[in-house]
């Protein structure tokens, strides 16, 4: 089992950038694929973004395409996502979650963190 600890989050301006860790203990993340999701008040959660640990193949929501990307650190068994040029519409908590395949990272995975609150103020 692995357990997932989010950082990074903060208030920042609108166009301003943050970054967010996703750090694994317990195990390493593998063969996992890692996803970011977010959860806006009075909204239900979506998905961001997901990286495959093997291949780095990654995957965006058309939200975020060419603002966010989605990396990893193999020595520190972490996974970032970079946020650029950052709106109103991205405050929300943000999660990693990490889980086998693609299919149940996009759709339900099993594994998640706490959560880190990005505000972007306009």
């Known amino acids: 089992q692995v357990q997932l600890v989010e950082s990074g989050g903060g208030l920042v301006q609108a166009g301003g950038s943050l970054r967010l860790s996703c750090a694994a203990s317990g195990r390493t993340f593998g063969y996992y694929v890692v996803g970011w999701f977010r959860q806006a008040p009075g909204k239900e959660r979506e998905f961001v973004a997901a990286?495959?640990?093997?291949?780095?193949?990654?995957s965006y929501a058309d939200s975020v395409k060419g603002r966010f990307t989605v990396s990893k650190d193999n020595a520190k068994n972490t996974v970032y996502l970079q946020m650029n040029g950052l709106k109103p519409e991205d405050t929300a908590l943000y999660y990693c979650?990490?889980?086998?395949?693609?299919?149940?990272?996009?759709?339900?995975?099993?594994?998640w963190g706490q959560g880190t609150q990005v505000t972007v103020s306009s």
């Open positions: 990286l495959s640990w093997i291949g780095s193949g990654t």
């Open positions: 979650a990490a889980d086998e395949t693609w299919g149940r990272v996009v759709s339900n995975p099993n594994y």
